[in-house]
């Protein structure tokens, strides 16, 4: 059984580490791509009017984008572990920008929506793929550090998401977010293309196809189970909430434009400091102590946000707690399973994010149906129940994993 592992070093030992431009670089790689994959979140009411799409159904945009996700995982991800990851990196960054442009001129619904699943694709495969790039890069005794600063791009990159896409679309329409987009990655493919390390790949021998691994990693990896079942029930707290959020906020009362519903995102800015430190803390040992302490708080979090359906301070303190925990769990997670891990990184983030995708997919199609039939308090019954399942789950399956804080 995989276990958890406590990296600490002697007292008089300094720990080696990645150049700070290193980190920096996979840093801003991980934020500009994942926003990719969240523009679309607090445009939902604009893009049903634009190709006609009925409230209970805007959640189709999010599960085509996650579907694009899965199938980044399942079939691009995994190829970290058997390719030149710099070649990789250089070639998902075109595709990347190819599909922001597809989605900026979609002319229908059916359109956009393959748009969005290939954005999902390929906002995904270089995401996931960075988080790998790093952890093979980075020295073992500070690879939990390295994993939770680069994942702290993800957090500032979801943020930012919602800010530049509401922002952007009350400015110059819903497109420019998209053109905007693909103008930032062309400029991220300029910095990126000859400045990260070049890394031999971990796997020349050919072996087994990529699904063929991923099914024997999740079939024979117990820690790895328990992780993935985690990250669904929690990306579907966080899909409930986020895809939901503009279906409360644009109409009456509050009448807020998308810049103002986005700005609301970064309540969670101090999440990616939390994130950072929650990666310090598994290479202490405390991965246990951080596993309850932010299921706790992700389920607390929907006190204040159904409180807040007409109070706005209630509605920040929660949408707070709710990041705050769910990326503490996250980087958490992320750490444990790449602790001691070389050749198999991207095929193990790959595989626990698969869980991510399902339950971004699945918490955003939950989302609009119920704010459709029985409005916020509905939305955030929703979430507490997921949230709720979420920590029984992870205390009562503490015990199978190895003790660890």
């Known amino acids: 059984m995989e276990g958890e592992v406590s990296n600490v070093?002697?007292?008089?030992?300094?720990?080696?580490?990645?150049?700070?431009?290193?980190?920096?670089?996979f840093t801003a790689g991980t934020g500009f791509s994942v926003a990719n994959v969240y523009y679309a979140q607090p445009l939902l009411d604009t893009l049903g009017t634009t190709y006609g799409l009925r409230s209970a159904s805007l959640g189709t945009v999010i599960f085509a984008t996650q579907l694009g996700c899965l199938l980044a995982l399942l079939f691009v991800v995994p190829l970290g572990d058997r390719l030149n990851r710099r070649r990789l990196m250089r070639a998902q960054l075109l595709a990347l920008i190819a599909s922001l442009l597809l989605v900026a001129v979609a002319p229908s619904a059916t359109m956009l929506m393959l748009a969005m699943l290939l954005t999902g694709l390929t906002g995904t495969a270089m995401t996931q793929g960075m988080i790998a790039y790093a952890?093979?890069?980075?020295?073992?005794?500070?690879?939990?550090?390295?994993?939770?600063a680069v994942s702290a791009g993800v957090v500032v990159g979801l943020l930012l998401a919602r800010v530049f896409a509401g922002t952007v679309s009350d400015v110059a329409g819903w497109r420019s977010v998209y053109l905007s987009s693909a103008l930032m990655m062309t400029l991220l493919a300029a910095v990126l293309w000859g400045r990260l390390p070049d890394l031999a790949?971990?796997?020349?021998?050919?072996?087994?196809?990529p699904l063929v691994s991923l099914w024997r990693l999740l079939?024979?990896?117990?820690?790895?189970?328990?992780?993935?079942?985690?990250?669904?029930?929690m990306f579907a707290s966080f899909a409930i909430f986020w895809s939901a959020l503009v279906l409360l906020l644009t109409p009456p009362?509050?009448?807020?434009?998308?810049g103002q519903t986005g700005a609301l995102g970064l309540v969670g800015a101090a999440s990616a400091l939390i994130a950072s430190r929650a990666g310090r803390r598994v290479d202490r040992g405390l991965a246990r102590s951080n596993t309850r302490f932010a299921l706790l708080i992700?389920?607390?979090?929907?006190?204040?946000?159904?409180?807040?359906?007409?109070?706005l301070p209630l509605l920040i303190i929660g949408i707070f707690l709710l990041d705050a925990g769910g990326q503490a769990l996250h980087v958490t997670s992320q750490s444990l399973l790449l602790g001691g891990r070389n050749g198999d990184g991207s095929q193990l983030i790959a595989a626990y994010m698969l869980f991510y995708s399902a339950g971004s997919g699945l918490g955003a199609l939950v989302s609009t149906q119920a704010f459709a039939h029985g409005g916020w308090p509905a939305v955030c019954l929703a979430g507490a129940i997921t949230s709720l399942l979420a920590l029984i789950f992870g205390l009562s399956t503490q015990s199978h994993e190895v003790k660890n804080g």
């Open 298 to 311: 992700l389920l607390l979090s929907w006190l204040p946000l159904w409180l807040g359906e007409h109070s």
């Open 9 to 25: 070093l002697p007292c008089h030992e300094s720990p080696r580490r990645l150049p700070g431009w290193q980190v920096a670089l």
């Open 253 to 258: 009362p509050w009448n807020l434009s998308h």
């Open 201 to 209: 790949s971990q796997k020349t021998d050919g072996g087994p196809a």
């Open 219 to 233: 079939h024979r990896h117990r820690q790895l189970q328990i992780r993935g079942v985690l990250a669904l029930l």
């Open 135 to 148: 952890a093979a890069a980075a020295p073992e005794e500070t690879r939990g550090q390295t994993v939770g």
